[in-house]
Every structure is written in C-alpha cells, then in structure tokens.
C-alpha cells in the first residue's frame, strides 16, 4: 500500500527525527493499512492511514504534490523544524520527513514529491466546545483564550509569524499547554515582529473565534494583546478590524467555492 503511494519509494531522500520513526517507517511498508484522505487542496493531500492490526497506532500523513516550479515545502518544513527546536518553541514532532526534486517528480508525472508522517492525535487540538464554559455559549472561556493570545506573543517576541492562527491549528492540553502544528504559512525572522506583522497574525485567529460566535472576538484579541505589547494603541483598532474582516471575507469565498 505504501509503494502505490509512493511507487519510487527507493528514490526519496529520508530524515527521521523521531526515535520510532525507523519502525514506523518498516511498518509502513510490511503491514497493510486502510487509508482515508482527510483534505484536497491544490498544493498537498491530508490522509489518516490506520493499521489493520490493533498493535498499531494510526499515522497521519501530509503528502505533497509536484507543481512546475513550486518549491519544495518538505525541505522549507525541515528548516523551520530545526529552528523552531532550537528556539525551545513547543510543537508536534512528526516521525520522519521525505522528499525527492519535486521539478523531477512532476516531469515523471509522480503523484507526490515528498511527505510529512506524523502520529496521528485524535484528542487535544482546540474545538469549538473549548471556547465557552457551557453549551449555550453564554459564558466565554477567558483564560483559555487569554492564554492562546499569551502564547501568540511569546513567538512574535522571538520572531516567529504563524500565518494561519485558527484556534483549531493549536493543540492544547492543560499539563503541556500549547503547542504548534502547522508550519507551511509559518516565517521566521531574526527580530521580534513589527506591530503591523502582529496584527495580522492575530486577525486570523480573531476571525476563527468571531466565526464560532465569540462574542466580541476582535475586541477581546486586541485587548488581551495591547496588555502584553503597548505600542499598539487604540487607533490602531481599525486597522486590525480590516485585517479580519478581510480574512472573515477569504474564508466566505473559499466556502462559495464548495
């Protein structure tokens, strides 16, 4: 099953950064698994691979599409992990990392050019239900979002820009805290990040919490954050209330397109 996936299997270059990935990875390729896809954008598929055997846990796996002069976001992950680590930022370790050219790969009309593997987490990333104290969404968890937006200008005073700060890409459990996932959007500068870099990041996760009925997302955001980082000033209000209703105005035209 593996090698239809990947039938130049051979050929891919390899990193594990796990201690198990060896064995996960001679799993992968000895015992059958049932495989369901998850996402399809353009660019990359999301699949869950789920062993047959009850022995084995289930895999997650992020696999990456040949586009003609595309770069390769395998690598670009790799570099971003790497720094990430050594900055101590808390994150999702995948098992291992795979990549071939994806300029090759697309010329030999390959599926995919390279791959992410994790483990697959069924409890832990934020829902929707993490956001209020009760059913009827009359009572805000504060704390949580407080801590959310804490989190957030933690990497911003390291230079760390996510991009797509949804509150359902953060896992969160209450012993471990926060940690991050995906890195595709993430860049990575030498210097905190600039006020207007700021606001933007916040303004998705903004638009994800007003898109779940928050009651005054924008608001509360902003204000949380100005807390941590007084250069931003209340005028700078409306710049940040066109910051998220321009992604509030994305995520409505991707929807129309389904």
């Known amino acids: 099953m593996w090698t239809a996936l990947f039938p130049n299997w051979k050929t891919f270059k390899i990193c594990f950064l796990t201690p198990e990935a060896g064995k996960i990875l001679e799993y992968l390729l000895n015992e059958p698994f049932e495989i369901k896809c998850l996402k399809k954008p353009f660019s990359h598929r999301n699949f869950i691979l789920k062993f047959l055997s009850p022995n084995f846990s289930s895999i997650f796996l992020k696999a990456f599409i040949p586009r003609f002069f595309k770069r390769n976001?395998?690598?670009?992950?790799?570099?971003?992990?790497?720094?990430?680590?050594n900055l101590r930022i808390p994150l999702i370790k995948p098992y291992f990392l795979?990549?071939?050219?994806?300029?090759?790969?697309?010329?030999?009309?390959?599926?995919?050019?390279?791959?992410?593997?994790?483990?697959?987490?069924?409890?832990?990333?934020?829902?929707?239900?993490?956001?209020?104290?009760?059913?009827?969404?009359?009572?805000?968890n504060y704390d949580l979002i407080k801590n959310l937006v804490l989190f957030l200008f933690s990497l911003h005073e390291k230079g760390i820009y996510l991009k797509d700060t949804k509150f359902n890409n953060f896992y969160y459990t209450s012993y471990?805290?926060?940690?991050?996932?995906?890195?595709?959007?993430?860049?990575?500068y030498k210097r905190p990040l600039s006020k207007f870099e700021r606001l933007k990041d916040l303004s998705t996760l903004a638009m994800s919490l007003e898109w779940e009925e928050v009651e005054n997302a924008k608001i509360l955001i902003f204000d949380f954050y100005r807390e941590l980082f007084p250069e931003i000033k209340e005028k700078d209000f409306k710049k940040f209330n066109q910051l998220v209703a321009l992604k509030r105005e994305k995520r409505e035209r991707k929807l129309l397109k389904f």
């Open 73 to 85: 976001r395998v690598k670009n992950y790799f570099k971003s992990f790497k720094t990430l680590i």
């Open 98 to 140: 795979f990549w071939k050219n994806p300029q090759i790969a697309f010329l030999k009309k390959e599926p995919y050019y390279g791959g992410i593997v994790f483990p697959y987490i069924e409890r832990g990333f934020l829902e929707k239900q993490n956001l209020f104290l009760n059913h009827q969404k009359e009572k805000i």
């Open 176 to 188: 471990e805290g926060f940690r991050i996932f995906d890195l595709d959007g993430l860049k990575l």
